[in-house]
């Protein structure tokens, strides 16, 4: 079984367009984060919720909008699509969201603008 | 967080130990050192990390220097599996948000 799963894996979609990326994870974890891995590959972290409630932003535009259901759930909604937006997204969850607590990633999902 | 030094890249034969090296000199005593690796395609790997003391799972060992400022990820058998970048990533212990900030990491490339 899969621990953090997303989906979709691949999405392309016209600049513009207002799309979605889900996660879930069945670790019993508290905290799920957003992680944003562009072109030159460099890995950083965009949100993170703790028990559905929002614990890091990391100077996000606002075009992007992460929603927790509960906790098992972290939601990515992308409004007003840019080219720049292109990039391999993973979701990721740790037991608390204290530092110290190991961090489990998803497989990513590849988002291509064009 | 302390900031890591690792070489861009490295080869190992298939069999041998892979060892990968990560300097942090500006580490403070309440820091962890952590390891991750990133296989083509697919999400970061948590594999292992430690304070003071050397750790060993199944995945790998760690050796932390005495000063602290640098560690060793030993592959003890690198198998062709095991090509990917490989993170040095040093965070607080305790207190604070759980983030990882990642580097650029070590690409190591284990050949026949």
């Known amino acids: 079984d899969t621990a953090v799963s997303q989906t979709p894996k691949y999405l392309v979609t016209q600049m513009g367009n207002d799309k979605s990326i889900k996660c879930e994870q069945n670790?019993?974890?508290?905290?799920m984060y957003w992680y944003k891995q562009d072109s030159k590959k460099f890995l950083k972290i965009m949100f993170s919720?703790?028990?559905?409630?929002?614990?890091i932003n990391e100077t996000v535009p606002n075009r992007f909008s992460p929603k927790s259901p509960d906790k098992a759930h972290l939601n990515l909604h992308i409004n007003s699509l840019e080219l720049g937006d292109s990039a391999v997204y993973f979701c990721a969850s740790s037991q608390g969201w204290s530092s110290g607590n190991t961090i489990y990633f998803g497989e990513g999902s590849w988002l291509t603008v064009v | 967080d302390a900031k890591t030094t690792q070489p861009t890249s490295m080869d190992c034969a298939e069999g041998r130990a892979a060892n990968l090296p990560c300097n942090h000199s500006?580490?403070?005593?309440?820091?962890?050192v952590y390891w991750y690796r990133q296989i083509h395609s697919q999400g970061p790997q948590y594999i292992i990390h430690g304070l003071k003391n050397n750790e060993t799972n199944e995945m790998a060992s760690l050796i932390i220097t005495e000063d602290r400022k640098s560690s060793t990820l030993i592959l003890p058998h690198a198998t062709l599996r095991d090509t990917a970048v490989y993170y040095c990533?040093?965070?607080?212990?305790?207190?604070?948000?759980?983030?990882?900030?990642f580097g650029t990491g070590t690409q190591l490339k284990v050949e026949l």
């Open positions: 990533i040093v965070r607080v212990a305790t207190g604070g948000g759980n983030k990882l900030t």
């Open positions: 500006t580490i403070s005593g309440n820091e962890y």
């Open positions: 670790l019993g974890h508290d905290t």
């Open positions: 919720y703790n028990n559905k409630e929002l614990i």
